[in-house]
């Protein structure tokens, strides 16, 4: 098989037991915006924070700034030019993390102070389009256009609450699937994207409705279109996926629209495969490079939330023996109606017909349960949950109704990030 030797060194990335309690990091993507929603250019605020002390910018052959390394945390440009990602771990629990966050985000927010914009707890860009004029101009990005059109401009408005949590290679596969087939209550309990271009679209997550939308046919983005069996299939699924974009990070080439299991065929070598697979977007996804399962489907959160993704991720991990019985009491297969769920939380959010009634509340503890055996009382952390399903709504449902209420402008009060 020619993707054989790709799945034999992607499974050699995850270590055969995990080296102590269970880790995790984030990438936490926040639109940046103007007084009145409109998208404003992070660069000048990625400028300031290269000037502090103990930061180092990496910059483009034209001098453009494209993201930085701090001691106090690390920051990206985005596909949009509004939109800034900050990154930090790995942290030892969530208490860690959420101080790690804060650090890292201190200087972003005083650098938008500074030149009078905001910066926001919300999943997408709510009042500026996706458009060519807002795609930031790195060659991989104008590459991707030129191969996905329209499609790929759904990233440039995005914003996602990404969070990593540590695997061992023993349990790589069952949690894969795990998390993947667990999109639809991780949408359901986090969706805040109900605008595009200063419209309500009526869905709870328009980022990840909008972007399900690229090679929709072969699972690209989302949930897959069902379970793996090992670390062959997962690159198999891999290799079923047309190539984006070739060459280097640095000199970008269109792909072709061919299978990359046909580039393996040819002779593919590995940094090849890298770059491939970089571009497959799954609910959840292994990244070889940390050793860890990234989970990509949750929106960012609203201001008051804290770490609440990285506390879903990590007690379902945690807790993936009871996540895995109460799944199976839908049946031999339980895809078929968690994907009819996903499909109903993207538009819906909690207000989504479950499979069983009162499903995501057994979920929510299981979580819970899976936290509090780590003996740190992290399952607070998931209290604002808790208390989004009391209500029946999603961060999405609040964000329209502050909107119906005061228009955009408010919705930029409400939703502003402040220091803690």
């Given at each position: ?23 995790l990091g984030r990438e936490a993507e926040y639109p940046v915006v103007d007084a ?85 707890g919300l999943g997408t860009q709510p009042c500026t389009p996706p458009t060519p ?24 408005v995005t914003a996602s609450d990404q969070v990593h949590v540590d695997v061992c ?252």
């Amino acid at each position: 098989m020619p993707l054989a030797r790709f799945a034999e060194r992607f499974a050699r990335q995850f270590p055969p037991a995990l080296r102590g309690p269970r880790t995790l990091g984030r990438e936490a993507e926040y639109p940046v915006v103007d007084a009145r929603g409109r998208a404003a250019d992070v660069r000048p605020l990625l400028e300031a924070i290269a000037r502090l002390p103990g930061a180092r910018a990496k910059r483009q052959p034209d001098g453009m700034i494209t993201g930085i390394d701090a001691s106090f945390g690390e920051y990206a440009l985005e596909v949009g030019w509004g939109t800034v990602e900050v990154i930090v771990g790995p942290e030892p629990d969530l208490f860690a993390l959420d101080k790690a966050h804060q650090r890292a985000l201190a200087p972003v927010l005083a650098a938008a102070e500074a030149h009078e914009v905001h910066v926001l707890g919300l999943g997408t860009q709510p009042c500026t389009p996706p458009t060519p004029a807002l795609l930031s101009p790195k060659p991989r990005y104008q590459t991707l256009l030129d191969t996905l059109g329209d499609g790929w401009l759904w990233f440039t408005v995005t914003a996602s609450d990404q969070v990593h949590v540590d695997v061992c290679g023993p349990e790589l596969v069952a949690l894969t699937n795990l998390m993947n087939l667990l999109a639809a209550p991780l949408i359901a309990l986090t969706a805040n994207s109900p605008f595009l271009g200063g419209e309500a679209t009526g869905a709870a997550s328009t980022r990840e409705v909008r972007m399900g939308q690229l090679h929709p046919d072969t699972g690209r983005h989302g949930m897959p279109r069902g379970p793996v069996a090992d670390v062959a299939g997962w690159v198999q699924h891999l290799g079923d996926q047309p190539v984006l974009v070739a060459g280097r990070y640095e000199a970008p080439v269109a792909g072709d629209g061919r299978a990359f299991a046909l580039h393996a065929a040819e002779g593919a070598d590995w940094d090849a495969f890298q770059l491939h697979e970089h571009y497959v977007w799954n609910t959840a996804r292994p990244r070889g490079a940390h050793a860890t399962i990234e989970l990509r489907a949750a929106c960012q959160q609203p201001p008051d939330a804290g770490p609440v993704v990285a506390a879903l991720a990590l007690g379902w991990a945690e807790a993936a023996a009871e996540v895995g019985e109460e799944l199976a009491t839908l049946g031999a297969d339980p895809w078929s109606p968690m994907r009819a769920w996903h499909n109903g939380a993207l538009h819906h959010g909690l207000r989504a017909t479950e499979p069983l009634p009162g499903l995501t509340g057994r979920l929510l503890e299981a979580a819970s349960l899976g936290l509090a055996r780590r003996g740190l009382g992290e399952q607070a952390f998931l209290d604002p949950l808790r208390e989004r399903l009391a209500q029946g709504r999603s961060p999405a449902d609040s964000a329209v109704s502050v909107v119906e209420a005061g228009g955009f402008d408010a919705l930029v009060a409400a939703r502003r990030m402040v220091r803690r």
